[in-house]
Every structure is written in C-alpha cells, then in structure tokens.
C-alpha cells in the first residue's frame, strides 16, 4: 500500500505541468500509468483498491491513502498515520518518469523529489517503508518475486536502514543476478536495490541514512512526518476532512533497537557518515545465516 502511495503522488511538480499529486491517478488511468516500467506490480493494488472504492463511494486517491493508513496501523513499530479524506478524482494521468528508479544516479533521484517538494533528508525519511518492502520487477526470475530488502519483512523497523549499511555478499540464490538497479546484499535470499546502497553511502544522505538505523522510534516518527507531506501533495489540506481519529493505534515494535542478523557482524558495515561513527553496542545474532523467504 505504502508503495501505490508513493508512485500515485510523486507525479507532482512545483514548477511544471506533470501529474495531480495524491489523486488517485493510478487507479483512475490504469491504463496509461500501468504500463509504465516504474510501476511494475502496482496493479494488483489496484486491482484490490478500485473495486472497492467503487463500493463504498469514494475517491481512488482517498482510497489509496486511507488504506494505507489503515493497513500500517497493523504493522508493529509503525506509526499512526495522519487520514485526510474528501479529495476529487484524479482529471490527468501523471507522465512517465516521474517515479524515481534503482538504477538512477543520486543526483536524478534527488532533482526529481526536489522537483516534487522533498529533500534528500526527507526522501530518506519515505524510505523507512522499505522496512516492509520486497521486490518485484527488479529481478524477474519468478523464484524471487516477493524477495525482502530485510531480514524483518513483516516489521516497520530498522533492520533495513541497519542491513544495507552491511558489506554486500552475493545475489539472492535463483535470481538472475546483477539485474539494472540490483546489488549485491550481506544475507541469503535479501534483495538489495542499488539506490539503496548508494543512500547509505553519499555524503548527501549517509547520516540521516544511520541515525534511521540507529532509532527505530525516530525513524517512525519522521516517515510520518513526510508521509503525511506526500499524502498532500496536490491538494489543498483546509479542503479536506480529518479522519485519523478512526485510524487505529499500531502494534509496538517487536524490536525496539536494530541487531546483527546471525552470519553477520559490526565489521561488516561500510561506515559513510563523516560525523558520527558506528557504535559497537548493537547485538549480534549468534550462528550461521539463514535464508530468508520471500513474501
């Protein structure tokens, strides 16, 4: 969900014409959007989401964000997300290129989401729903549809920002292997995507990419934050209805401090933030790594 989120409003631009923002344009013109390379595996979202927005009788971009406020309220450790509802449907499709992919340098990456109102930091802040995110259409070997980016797929924590910081190892086992926009990661069966990498390496992002790994509560906080900016985006928040006060309250998280998943260790992390060093305190996960399935 969190995904249909991100690809529907960050079609946006501040200073051209491009797409309506949080309007539900995806579901609106699936047939021009759908068929774009970025958005790769969003229609079985829409596939759900349209049907029953049609039921209920509201807009598709009120059907993506209120969904996905309702459905991170039950992941442990993520936060309770803001619900503003009341937005008209979708009157463009958002053009093509204006989802960032793995592939892209940092720099188009960072222009693109400048383009559309978020700094790099901010950007950084959206990523935390990587945490409970795998891929699809990355590496197209059917084996790893579903593949995670961490070792806690099911969890809104900070294993992923902790994860890619690790010393990349290999492919994911039954994959193609260095697919465009894929890199090497430290575990069996984990997926990795090359922004990713580059994220927690750049001197532009390196330590708002650690502190993520360092603080889970923080990490939530500030992807509610920008989340809530992206759910906007296009629209006019006086023009809306507040309704995050039926948005139920999540589950803590199970893992309140990220850890060395087992087959990995403290001198595995490729330290990048030039201002704060990497502390020793993190537990460690005793014994060999094991795969971890896909999702």
Not at 280 to 290: C, Q
Request: net charge negative; aromatic share 8%.
């Amino acid at each position: 969900m969190v995904r249909i989120s991100f690809h529907d409003a960050i079609g946006f631009s501040l200073h051209s014409e491009k797409g309506g923002g949080a309007d539900g344009s995806m579901i609106m013109f699936q047939d021009v959007e759908l068929k774009y390379a970025a958005n790769e595996g969003v229609d079985f979202i829409v596939s759900f989401l349209q049907p029953f927005a049609d039921s209920v009788g509201i807009s598709y971009g009120d059907a993506i964000t209120f969904g996905t406020a309702v459905g991170l309220s039950l992941c442990p450790g993520a936060p309770r997300l803001n619900a503003f509802v009341g937005r008209p449907n979708a009157t463009r499709a958002a053009p093509d290129k204006t989802v960032p992919e793995p592939q892209d340098s940092l720099t188009t990456i960072f222009a693109r989401m400048a383009d559309a109102g978020f700094t790099p930091t901010e950007l950084v802040h959206l990523l935390a729903s990587h945490s409970m995110a795998s891929q699809a259409g990355v590496d197209p070997s059917p084996d790893l549809l579903g593949a995670p980016f961490d070792s806690t797929p099911f969890d809104f924590d900070s294993q992923v920002f902790l994860e890619v910081m690790l010393q990349g190892t290999s492919f994911p086992a039954g994959g193609s292997g260095a697919n465009l926009g894929e890199d090497e990661s430290p575990l069996p069966g984990e997926f990795r995507l090359l922004s990713d990498r580059l994220f927690a390496r750049d001197n532009r992002t390196a330590c708002d990419w650690q502190a993520n790994a360092l603080s889970q509560s923080a990490m939530s906080s500030n992807f509610k934050t920008a989340f809530t900016k992206l759910s906007l985006l296009g629209q006019t928040q006086s023009k809306l209805l507040d309704c995050s006060e039926v948005i139920g309250t999540p589950p803590p998280a199970k893992n309140a401090q990220a850890f060395f998943p087992a087959g990995t260790n403290h001198n595995m992390i490729e330290q990048a933030c030039a201002t704060q060093a990497f502390p020793t305190t993190l537990s460690t996960v005793a014994g060999r790594a094991t795969p971890i399935p896909v999702v």
